[in-house]
């Protein structure tokens, strides 16, 4: 089958389909609902597919995965919008393990492996604390 050349206009439409898809799974996903705290800044996107990928990403990565990573982290109010900045930093290393506890089995050690891209991919409801 020849292949058919992406042209800017049809980068662009491919590219809005899949945040369409994107932004549709993502506001039916548990926590994916913005509260007053948690508003994208002006001009920004609360739909993030960069990196759909499971490599292992960590405190003082920096880059697309670190990206991905507070993008839905954020859209599912673990970690404010304005923290969403490429940087693994402590803020987010903070987000990822309040999300692993609130996911287990994941263990709250603030790596990202493979488990963790899964559950933050699902957007698994968190699991209530047992008294």
């Known amino acids: 089958m020849p292949r058919i050349p992406l042209t800017p206009r049809r980068s662009l439409a491919a590219g809005a ?19 007053a705290e948690n508003v994208p800044p002006a001009g920004s996107s609360p739909v993030c597919a960069f990196y759909d990928g499971d490599g292992l990403t960590v405190f003082g990565d920096q880059g697309e995965r670190a990206f991905q990573v507070q993008c ?11 923290a969403v900045d490429g940087a693994f930093g ?17 263990l709250a050690s603030g790596v990202v492996d493979a488990d963790t891209w899964a559950a933050l991919w699902r957007g698994d409801a968190p699991v209530a604390p047992t008294a």
């Open 17 to 35: 389909l899949a945040g369409l898809a994107l932004t549709a799974t993502l506001a039916a996903a548990p926590g994916a609902a913005a509260d």
């Open 72 to 82: 839905m982290l954020a859209n599912r109010q673990y970690l404010p919008w304005d």
């Open 90 to 106: 402590l803020r987010t290393l903070d987000a990822v393990q309040r999300f692993q506890a609130a996911h287990p089995p994941l």
